[in-house]
Every structure is written in structure tokens, then in C-alpha cells.
């Protein structure tokens, strides 16, 4: 059977390419962020979560919104993205929180380098006053702050805090 050669059948061919994604959107959660720089960089999510020491299902989970970045990714993805995409924070609660995200750390490791338990930490970060000095004094070198104007804060906060209803 030399000299022959299978012939096939007519058929219907579809070409596929893949869609450039675009990157030109404005982010609104951190995922996105994620996802906006991904897609600028031109990596796939599985270069990325190799980046960022994760798998690349949590990537995708991220970019879709199913869930948020947990803390101690942030210092990673900040890096990864190359600035950072939380606002300046102004008040106490949110330089607390902004010190958690930039180290990483949880509740309870940032409690136990200001030596205090995991719910006054917390307590703090809600707006809860730091009544004492000692805890102030800690706080203030944790953030780089002045004691004297966080004392001062303190005081405010108390103040108005226990002011009488006339």
C-alpha cells in the first residue's frame, strides 16, 4: 500500500489567540492592584505567586475578589508592585494598622513587640485611648512619633471621650 495517503474529511477548523488583557483599569482592591501590575509586567499568575510565595490558585482568588490578601503577604506584594497602595494614614489607629501591614505582622505579633496582650492591641487600633504612659511611650517609638504628641493626643482623645452631655 505504497503511494496512498489518508485523506481526511472536510472539517470545520476555529483558530483561537489569546486577548490581550487590558491594564489601563483603576484598581480598587488589592487584588486588583495585583493583578493591574501582573498584567503590565506581561507575567502569568503562576510567575507571580512564585514571586510572592504563594500558589497561583491564591492569585487568582485575589485578582477575582473571592478573598483579601492576608497581612503577612502584604510586605511581599508591596515590594511586588513597587509602591504602596494604601492611603497615608492620618490618626493613631490607622499608623497602627499601617505598621502591622508594613512588617507583616498579625494581632498578636504586634501586641508582643509593644508587650501588651493581643486585645489591647486591638482595642488601640479601633480608637480605644492608650491610658498608659508607659504603653504610650512604646507606641510612640513603635510608629516613630513624638511622645510628647501622642501623650497630647491621649489626652484629647480622653477628654472628649468624657465630656457631660448638658
Known sequence: ???FIAFLQFTHISLKSLIPQLCDFEPATLGDHVRRQRLVLELTQKEVADQLGVVPWTILNWEKGRTEPPIASIPAIVQFLKYDPFPEPKTLPEKLL???RVTGWSIKEAAEAAGVDPGTWGNWERGQTILYR???MIVAQL???SAGALNQ????SWNRSHERVR
Open 143 to 145: 510608629l516613630d512619633l
Open 1 to 3: 500500500m505504497q503511494g
Open 134 to 136: 508607659h504603653h504610650r
Open 153 to 156: 493626643e491621649m489626652a484629647s
Open 98 to 100: 499601617a505598621k502591622r
